[in-house]
């Protein structure tokens, strides 16, 4: 390729058990382009340990109007009989399979599919932006990081209470460690501490769509951090 790839990534979630929705999830996706113009895309999967998933994916050249590419040349975990996990990877050999494709408005469509369950099917969509990068711009800060201004949440979320911990009469918190980048966006979600793993998926979504003050220099540059947030699941 001449030119590096933009990408916006594009996540759809397919669950086929209504009540189980909430665990299936996809989230903490990335891509990035490696010096060989291979693209890699880290995913985490939730659901439960006895369920296997079908991963596919298709590929948009017109930023989802058309999903008119089947990237074929895909290792990792996709296909058939992917379990649960965190740290989900895919590779695509991107030149063996389109040598002249060159763009910015690409959008990846990733479907889940279990197997367990062959009910109703419902759909949740998640946007994630994303943009291609070099595996050095991939490195989180370290845990302390000095500042002179600490971020400030501009934006909450609160957390969907699971269906089947408000049946079970559950109740918890969940600690979660978010990487705050530079504009202020969460760059990463990291589950610290966990009442139960009932809980874990909402609040991970939770925390997604905060949006806070960057963290600031003496000198006045954003700098990139991590911040602890607690999710309480507590039924009235």
Request: net charge neutral; charged share 25%.
């Amino acid at each position: 390729m001449t030119n590096r790839l933009a990408f916006c990534v594009f996540i759809l979630l397919l669950a086929l058990s209504p009540t189980l929705a909430w665990c299936q999830a996809v989230s903490n996706v990335r891509a990035s382009q490696t010096e060989d113009d291979q693209i890699i895309v880290t995913y985490d999967l939730l659901g439960e340990s006895y369920q296997t998933f079908e991963i596919s994916v298709l590929l948009s050249r017109d930023g989802g109007q058309n999903f008119d590419i089947t990237p074929r040349m895909v290792n990792g975990d996709v296909g058939e009989n992917v379990k649960p996990g965190r740290g989900k990877k895919m590779v695509w050999d991107v030149l063996m399979d389109v040598p002249r494709l060159q763009g910015s408005a690409f959008v990846f469509r990733v479907t889940a599919m279990s197997k367990q369950r062959a009910r109703d099917a419902t759909v949740a969509v998640l946007n994630v932006n994303s943009r291609v990068s070099t595996p050095d711009d991939e490195t989180p800060p370290p845990d302390y990081v000095p500042y002179e201004k600490a971020p400030q949440i501009l934006k909450r979320a609160q957390p969907i209470y699971p269906e089947e911990a408000r049946k079970a009469n559950l109740e918890g918190t969940v600690w979660i460690k978010i990487w705050v980048d530079k504009a202020g966006k969460p760059r990463k979600v990291v589950i610290q501490k966990s009442a139960s793993d009932i809980f874990d998926q909402a609040a991970v979504a939770a925390a997604e769509q905060f949006v806070f003050t960057p963290a600031l220099m003496r000198n006045g540059e954003p700098v990139d951090v991590w911040v602890s947030i607690p999710f309480s699941f507590r039924l009235k």
